[in-house]
């Protein structure tokens, strides 16, 4: 006697879907070298919370059976989750910086204005010389003071006597000298090399040429330190029948410039 034993057919085979986790590990690596360069902290975020969630999504498949790549989708999810954290480190980083530097671009603005010297000293502090209105010349013997206590006077102009081999002086003409006081009554050293002058003369205001010989000529040279003062004399070459000198002083690129208008004649 025989018998027909029938076999059951063998399940069908369903592929492991192992490419969530693999995708959730390439992208926590980048996520992560990126949030180490702490600029690329919002790339950082981004990657950090794609790789988290297909990590968790690939450990879940693994856990129902649809997928054997544990350790990579976990590792994914690991470095993911790394991701986000040196993300929201580099944005603080980030964020901190720029508004220090904004910081120091105001300061360095305020501190370049001149003070206004309608302002009222405080009770019990000295005032400082300064003209009627710092939108108007100053007048000779002036003192224009800055907000980080930078003090500039300008003294009356004086006939000078050119040398001979003098550079700058047409004959015919008259050579006036000016002293500048610069004066460093705040608490950081001002380098004093990036002082520039220059003066126009007469009713047409013509360019009043800066004038050199072995006298005078050199201008302001190395650091003026707190509580310390530097003197210049300038020479300046002016038409026979000029009035007046106008003479503009720029303390460096972060001052606002200033003039004094002096007589002559």
């Known amino acids: 006697m025989s018998y027909d034993t029938q076999v059951p ?10 490419g969530l986790g693999t995708a959730a590990l390439i992208l926590g690596i980048i996520g992560t070298l990126s949030g180490v360069t702490m600029v690329l902290f919002w790339l950082a975020g981004i990657l950090g919370l ?3 969630i297909l990590g ?8 129902r059976g649809e997928a054997s790549n544990k350790g ?8 993911g989750l790394v991701s986000l954290v040196l993300s929201v480190v580099g944005a603080i980083v980030t ?16 501190d370049a204005a001149p003070k206004d010297p309608s302002a009222k000293a405080p009770s019990g502090s000295a005032s400082k010389p300064a003209a009627a209105d710092k939108n108007k010349a100053l007048e000779d013997g002036d003192t224009l003071v800055y907000e980080d206590d930078l003090e500039i006077t300008v003294s009356d102009p004086k006939p000078y006597s050119v040398d001979e081999y003098a550079v700058g002086h047409t004959k015919g003409n008259k050579a006036y000298q000016v002293t500048v006081v610069i004066e460093n009554a705040g608490k950081e050293k001002f380098d004093a090399t990036a002082v520039q002058l220059s003066a126009r003369a007469g009713a047409n ?30 020479a300046f070459d002016a038409p026979k029948d000029a009035k007046n ?13 200033s003039q004094w208008e002096l007589k002559i004649g």
């Open 9 to 18: 057919p063998a399940a069908p085979h369903t592929p492991l879907r192992n």
């Open 50 to 52: 794609i790789a988290l």
């Open 56 to 63: 968790l999504v690939g450990k879940g498949r693994v856990k």
């Open 72 to 79: 990579v989708a976990l590792t994914g999810a690991i470095l």
């Open 95 to 110: 964020f901190t910086a720029v508004s220090a530097a904004v910081d120091e671009l105001d300061k360095g603005i305020k």
């Open 205 to 234: 205001s013509v360019t009043a040429e800066q004038i050199y010989d072995d006298k005078i000529g050199a201008g302001f040279e190395g650091t003026v330190m707190p509580g310390k003062k530097a003197t210049v004399t300038y």
């Open 245 to 257: 000198l106008t003479v503009e002083v720029n303390p460096g690129w972060t001052y606002d410039a």
